[in-house]
């Protein structure tokens, strides 16, 4: 998987999200060590998962996400795969911080069938 994908779609997502301190990050700046890992947050700011892995295209463009929901260290998770265009990556405006958000809830992605390995 090369370093330096871009998404496929703008990180707007479905929902827009705002963050006093964040802008919606340019899906052109995003690499995948960006986003490998980072906490995903829902329609409630709530902690609903984190990105285990990223599908990337041919193209070399991030198509999709893998989040792992539920689970403690990694065991135990329940694997999703989601379109990462549906994402919406913020970063800090004065610093390197990403926050990832999902509009959906934690039992939604539960009740989700599970990502193949």
């Known amino acids: 998987m090369t370093d330096h994908a871009t998404t496929t779609h703008g990180t707007g997502g479905a929902f827009g999200f ?3 301190g964040y802008t919606t ?5 995003l690499t995948t060590s960006d986003v490998e890992d980072a ?5 409630d700011d709530e902690t609903i998962g984190s990105i285990n892995s990223l599908k990337v295209g041919t193209d070399g463009k ?4 893998v989040i792992d929901v539920g689970g403690f260290l ?3 998770a ?3 795969s989601i379109p990462f265009g549906k994402l919406t990556v913020l970063r800090e405006t004065d610093g390197s911080d ?3 958000h999902l509009d959906t809830t934690k039992d939604k992605l539960k009740a989700m069938p599970p990502q193949d390995a």
């Open 62 to 65: 991030i198509t999709d996400a």
């Open 18 to 20: 705002a963050r006093d």
């Open 39 to 43: 906490t995903v947050y829902g329609r």
């Open 98 to 100: 990403l926050r990832v």
């Open 78 to 80: 329940h694997s999703v």
């Open 74 to 76: 990694g065991m135990g």
């Open 25 to 29: 990050a340019n899906a052109h700046d």
